[in-house]
T-cell receptor, first 113, second 110 residues
Framework: DAGITQSPRHKVTETGTPVTLRCHQTENHRYMYWYRQDPGHGLRLIHYSYGVKDTDKGEVSDGYSVSRSKTEDFLLTLESATSSQTSVYFC????????????FGEGSRLTVL | KNEVEQSPQNLTAQEGEFITINCSYSVGISALHWLQQHPGGGIVSLFMLSSGKKKHGRLIATINIQEKHSSLHITASHPRDSAVYICAVFGETSGSRLTFGEGTQLTVNP
């Protein structure tokens, strides 16, 4: 199994508080992705990274920021959490963008009250 | 209309049956992925295809680039195959972004 871990796995927080989710990999893969999964929408891309300090927005990036200061860590931050950001968040890694196999983390369930 | 459409949305089968899940897409692609998600949430990559056919155990994935269509087949289905199966594509012009289908919920009864 690919070495990819997410933390925390579960979090309950209140509206307006900041939240940071961490994705850590031990595979030295170049590409890292943050997705959210909601009923009726499937998986949607929030942000992705194609190298250290190189990131780009996905289709649902509003309200989220990311940082990648080293290859192994990709952080997703909700500056001020809202109830609409209640979701399950998945991190994924890939050696290449379109031709590499994807490996997913176990997911982080976030509830914003 | 979504760029990636899966059918059926839900599928119930008896153990031992041959199962087919379909994926149609509307854009030119560089690769297509089939993913499996079991209850409890973990997502596993089953196949990555850009042409032809791949087989792994009881699972077979095929793709027809001209028809923009892929199928996932499960032979001799088993209750442990019960999961959501997700098709995802890398569009030729989408850079590093995958587009996902909404998934097919498969239930295999003993």
């Amino acid at each position: 199994d690919a070495g990819i871990t997410q933390s925390p796995r579960h979090k309950v927080t209140e509206t307006g508080t900041p939240v940071t989710l961490r994705c850590h990999q031990t595979e030295n893969h170049r590409y890292m992705y943050w997705y959210r999964q909601d009923p009726g929408h499937g998986l949607r891309l929030i942000h992705y990274s194609y190298g250290v300090k190189d990131t780009d927005k996905g289709e649902v990036s509003d309200g989220y920021s990311v940082s990648r200061s080293k290859t192994e860590d990709f952080l997703l931050t909700l500056e001020s959490a809202t109830s609409s950001q209640t979701s399950v968040y998945f991190c994924a890694i890939s050696r290449d963008s379109s031709t590499g196999e994807l490996f997913f983390g176990e997911g982080s369930r976030l509830t914003v009250l | 209309k979504n760029e990636v459409e899966q059918s059926p949305q839900n599928l119930t089968a008896q153990e031992g049956e041959f199962i087919t899940i379909n994926c149609s897409y509307s854009v030119g692609i560089s690769a297509l992925h089939w993913l499996q998600q079991h209850p409890g949430g973990g997502i596993v990559s089953l196949f990555m295809l850009s042409s032809g056919k791949k087989k792994h155990g009881r699972l077979i994935a095929t793709i027809n680039i001209q028809e923009k269509h892929s199928s996932l087949h499960i032979t001799a289905s088993h209750p442990r195959d019960s999961a959501v199966y997700i098709c995802a594509v890398f569009g030729e012009t989408s850079g590093s972004r995958l587009t996902f289908g909404e998934g097919t919920q498969l239930t295999v009864n003993p």
